[in-house]
């Protein structure tokens, strides 16, 4: 079955500094990989996805990039700030059901001021 | 904020009783995904509902079930409750002929089992 998961639970970051949250995933027939946020009390939150066919993709501060060879995704923030700070998975589109997400375990991104 | 709601924000039930959660989607969503998130993991698929019928299905034991509604809000119940279904429940909504990238999930309903 399809597994997706973090190579590091936490992360510390100076505000103002670069972030990169990293990721592996097992599936290598998995089409779509998606990034979310999730602050304490709240649901995820979308940042940014990226289809198997592409291997970089940038949003707003925000870059993802996929290595389909070694089946790796991270998450790169430019110019962190405090309210980055959360729990971030990367969540896999796969299995028969359209719209079902496997999540990995989440990284705890914290940023100092 | 996305439109998806669910109540309540949090329960507290003993074991072995029975609880239903529900979400509202939101507009022009038609599908409608739950997810259990125990504390310090990932969401965990559930299984997702689609023009009122269940469309795909996690590795859940059948005490979990739900409905979807005409208007496409969901319910999810749980029958004779066992404490490690204590967690976060999350529900999804999308619409049916998109990707993932439509999903948006609602804050969540904070269970405890005691």
């Known amino acids: 079955g399809e597994s997706v998961g973090l190579h590091l639970p936490t992360l510390s970051v100076q505000e103002g500094d670069n972030s990169i949250i990293n990721c592996a995933y097992s599936?290598?027939?998995?089409?779509?990989f998606i990034w979310y946020k999730q602050e304490s009390g709240k649901g995820p939150q979308f940042i940014i996805d990226i289809r198997s066919n592409m291997d970089k993709r940038q949003g707003q501060r925000v870059t993802v990039l996929l290595n389909k060879t070694v089946k790796h995704l991270s998450l790169q923030i430019a110019a962190t700030q405090p309210g980055d700070s959360a729990v971030y998975f990367c969540?896999?589109?796969?299995?028969?059901?359209?719209?079902?997400?496997?999540f990995g375990r989440g990284t705890q991104l914290t940023v100092w001021p | 904020e996305t439109g998806v709601t669910q109540s309540p924000t949090h329960l507290i039930k003993t074991r072995g009783q029975q609880v239903t959660l529900r979400c509202s989607s939101q507009?022009?969503?038609?599908?409608v995904s739950w997810y259990q998130q125990a504390l310090g993991q990932g969401p965990q698929f559930i299984f997702q509902y689609y023009r009122e019928e269940e469309n795909g299905r996690g590795n859940f034991p059948p005490r979990f079930s739900g409905l979807q509604f005409p208007n496409y809000s969901s319910e999810l119940n749980v029958n004779a409750l066992e404490l490690d279904d204590s967690a976060l429940y999350l529900c999804?909504?999308?619409?049916?002929?998109?990707?993932?990238?439509?999903?948006?999930f609602g804050p969540g309903t904070r269970l405890t089992v005691t």
């Open positions: 969540a896999e589109e796969g299995g028969s059901t359209l719209g079902r997400l496997y």
């Open positions: 507009s022009g969503h038609n599908t």
């Open positions: 999804a909504s999308s619409a049916k002929d998109r990707s993932a990238y439509e999903q948006y």
């Open positions: 599936n290598s027939a998995s089409d779509y």
